[in-house]
């Protein structure tokens, strides 16, 4: 059985991936995780908005979304997959679905990111 896992991409100065439905591109994660809480994923989003200097105003403002929203994904509360999508939209950020089991060219990967 292979579990589906959303995956907060969001490190910079890494390898870039495109899609092929034109998607914004993407930089690839390095800190592996196989299951991402609700708190850890707006977590990440925190130290990404704030690693790009925005203030949660900014990325509500670009988001189409409100202050309180942001604030909430950022709290790990619910507000709903658009939401999540058009924040990280915002941010140049996407999501990306992977698989839960590492295979070799996955741990391959990462020990090449890690120098």
């Known amino acids: 059985m292979i579990a589906i896992t959303y995956i907060l991409v969001f490190h910079f100065c890494r390898r870039w991936l495109s899609w092929e439905v034109n998607f914004p591109k993407m ?43 942001i604030v909430q994904l950022e709290k790990g509360e619910n507000v709903g997959l658009h939401a999540v999508m058009k924040a990280l939209g915002a941010l140049d950020l996407g999501l990306r679905l992977d698989t839960a089991r590492l295979n070799y060219d996955d741990i391959r990967r990462m020990d090449d990111d890690d120098g």
């Not at 850890?40 to 979304?65: D, M, N, P, T």
Request: no cysteine; charged share 25%; net charge positive.
């Open 27 to 69: 930089i690839s994660m390095t800190d592996f995780s196989i299951d991402v809480l609700p708190s850890q994923f707006g977590a990440s989003f925190q130290r990404a908005r704030k690693a790009r200097k925005r203030s949660q105003i900014w990325v509500a403002e670009h988001a189409g979304l409100s202050r309180m929203t």
